[in-house]
């Protein structure tokens, strides 16, 4: 069985990512994940996610994967026992001294180790299994070649790989520009992303006789800015190399995102699992093209690849508002959730995991505010719950959608 790995930056994107067909999430606490600016959970809001999923036989991971300093062991201590009791699925480690801590203190939580330790062959491979990690996260790195060397050679660990989201210009990570700009460290969850920013060469006699070549056009040039991996139509290749888990990443990503990309990577799977190949590749590539990304690449699938760089303006934006989220569905209407504006007489598609509502759309009719017991034309009360006619039969969790019109 291939696993569908999807981020969950709140309790919210959890709910999301197990309607939408995550098999499993991995999120972060407030401390010791490397998405500090994400929501992250509360240790309560960890053990709720944990049985939530538990209750639909779904797992959530843990991340912990800072390079701890001295000043993080004791209070990590405590936070690898209080998962342990929690109930968490596995860790994500990265700190070669937090797995030997997590094993000590916390011995029943199995650690699976983050992309963040570089894991880029198969003797780093088989020297995490020794030391009792049941699962490595590949560097992004590696090509199918050197994946399948690495399960040839280390068939008793399981193989975790990126297949979906943003990417780093550093060697899986391990980037110190933004420690360098702003003091904030990447390695610690305080990622400013300077690698995303725009930069101008200016003329300077340090360097003259070492030039430096870039592309630019007319906003100036992107050197450092990285396309995002998509690897959709990789997934019957990914599987022969011997990865188990399909990560998608992005906890600090939309709930619109987080609904799309899981939506097409779980009709992927299952087409692929259930057919041998994936038919319908360009149907969910294209869907993959409704949220907010950057070009998409291959990257090092197949080996070497300089199309990697980013030169134009950078993202494209979501092509759809997220209106509402369905709380509950029946007798030809839905409760929703109020997430952006909207108002009767406009036009609505439906996001749903089930394809035979999946891409319908309806013009929104009367709208009813139960809490004020009256009518309105005009949602516009933040995160408030509405009622309004739908002539098909949604699920809860499946979502409403509007197209952008600028």
């Not at 203190?105 to 983050?114: D, E, R, T």
């Not at 068939?155 to 975790?160: A, G």
């Not at 509402?324 to 598609?349: D, P, Q």
């Not at 017991?373 to 002539?391: G, N, R, W």
Request: hydrophobic share 40%.
């Amino acid at each position: 069985m291939l696993e569908l790995l999807m981020p969950a930056g709140n309790l919210k994107k959890l709910k999301t990512a197990f309607h939408f067909g995550a098999d499993a999430v991995y999120l972060g606490g407030k401390d010791f994940s490397l998405r500090a600016f994400a929501d992250n959970f509360t240790e309560e809001e960890i053990k709720e996610g944990i049985n939530f999923a538990h209750n639909l036989g779904k797992k959530v991971y843990v991340t912990a994967n800072i390079f701890a300093k001295n000043a993080d062991i004791d209070k990590a201590r405590d936070y690898f026992v209080f998962l342990e009791q929690a109930g968490a699925d596995a860790i994500l480690i990265s700190d070669i001294g937090l797995v030997s801590l997590c094993r000590e203190c916390a011995p029943n939580l199995n650690i699976h180790l983050s992309t963040q330790a570089n894991t880029t062959n198969m003797l780093a491979v088989k020297f995490w299994y020794s030391l009792g990690i049941k699962r490595v996260v590949l560097a992004r790195e590696l090509s199918f070649d050197e994946i399948s060397e690495i399960h040839r050679e280390v068939p008793q660990i399981e193989l975790e790989a990126f297949v979906h989201g943003a990417m780093c210009m550093s060697f899986s990570g391990r980037c110190f520009l933004s420690s360098y700009f702003s003091g904030r460290s990447a390695n610690r969850g305080e990622c400013i992303q300077p690698c995303r920013w725009n930069y101008r060469l200016t003329e300077t006699e340090r360097h003259a006789d070492k030039p430096l070549d870039l592309e630019e056009d007319e906003r100036c040039t992107y050197f450092m800015n990285s396309r995002d991996l998509r690897l959709l139509g990789h997934i019957p290749e990914i599987a022969a190399a011997g990865v188990v888990s399909l990560k998608v990443e992005g906890r600090m990503k939309s709930e619109f995102y987080v609904a799309t990309v899981a939506n097409a990577y779980r009709h992927a799977i299952d087409e692929y699992l259930k057919e041998g190949k994936i038919i319908n590749t360009d149907k969910y590539n294209a869907s993959l093209e409704t949220v907010s990304h950057r070009t998409y690449t291959d990257a090092y699938f197949d080996g070497d690849n300089p199309d990697t760089v980013c030169l134009d303006e950078g993202i494209s934006k979501e092509k759809y508002v997220f209106t509402a989220v369905v709380l509950n569905a029946s007798n030809g209407k839905i409760t929703v959730e109020m997430r952006n504006r909207f108002k009767t007489g406009e036009n609505a598609l439906i996001l749903s995991p089930d394809d035979s509502v999946n891409g319908k759309t309806f013009t929104i009719g009367e709208i009813y505010l139960p809490e004020k017991e009256m009518m309105t034309d005009d949602a516009k009360l933040v995160q408030h719950i509405y009622e309004f006619s739908c002539p098909y039969s949604l699920n809860v969790g499946d979502i409403i959608l509007e197209e952008k019109t600028n």
